[in-house]
């Protein structure tokens, strides 16, 4: 399979503590995406990271990308209650296919 | 203004039954998906479709036939429900043309299939 795999399956942390999520992949790729899926709703993009970049940013969040190791984190740094729900990262090898795993189910407690 | 749409946001129907799931995106975008998601999240690309062409059609069964009747909108026709058909079906649309590859989803369909 060369879906992305994130880890740990599920995070719970409190507010104002960080939250890391890891990923993994199997092939080499164009690009690296994040989203975000709330209870009950459809994905939303977070942040995409180029294959030729190691670091992002984005408001609260952080995302690394480790080509030779084939992984990705992504951090959210301060965290809310309203950051629960599950992150999904979807490596985009050389193909117009994001390849999604099964996510990582983060719960933010007030 | 919705982005992608998709109706109906749930749908419970017996096995063995047709049914149909629409998809419209006003983004101009020329690139469409659907994906299934199962009951432990695992998200899983169907089809896709650029400018009205089939460009990716994984591993699903012949019941599954997509219809793009424009760029703006792609239906997913079911044949013959099965009960592990049962998931969350999402419709999401992309600008590939122009390297744009975020990709947007709609709120999903929820099908249960008794």
């Known amino acids: 399979s060369q879906q992305g795999e994130e880890d740990p399956q599920a995070l719970s942390i409190q507010e104002g503590e960080n939250a890391t999520m890891n990923c993994s992949y199997k092939?080499?790729?164009?690009?690296l995406q994040w989203y975000r899926q709330n209870s009950g709703r459809g994905l939303v993009h977070l942040i995409l990271i180029r294959s030729n970049e190691r670091e992002k940013h984005s408001g609260r969040l952080r995302v690394t990308l480790d080509t030779s190791k084939k992984s990705s984190s992504l951090l959210i740094t301060a965290s809310r209650a309203a950051d629960t729900a599950s992150y999904f990262c979807?490596?985009?090898?050389?193909?117009?296919?994001?390849?999604f795993g099964t996510g990582t189910r983060l719960q933010v407690f007030p | 203004d919705t982005a992608v749409s998709q109706t109906p946001k749930y749908l419970v129907t017996q096995m063995g039954n047709d049914k149909s799931i629409k998809c419209e995106q006003n983004l101009g975008h020329d690139t469409m998906y659907w994906y299934k998601q199962d009951s432990k999240k695992f998200l899983k690309i169907m089809f896709s479709y650029n400018n009205k062409e089939l460009i990716i059609n994984e591993t699903v069964p012949n019941r599954f036939s997509p219809k793009s009747p424009d760029k703006a909108h792609l239906n997913l026709h079911i044949n013959s429900l099965e009960l592990g058909d049962s998931a969350v079906y999402f419709c999401?649309?992309?600008?590939?043309?122009?390297?744009?590859?975020?990709?947007?989803f709609g709120p999903g369909t929820r099908l249960l299939v008794l």
């Open positions: 092939t080499s790729i164009n690009n």
């Open positions: 999401a649309s992309s600008q590939v043309a122009a390297l744009q590859e975020t990709q947007y």
């Open positions: 979807a490596p985009r090898p050389y193909t117009d296919k994001l390849i």
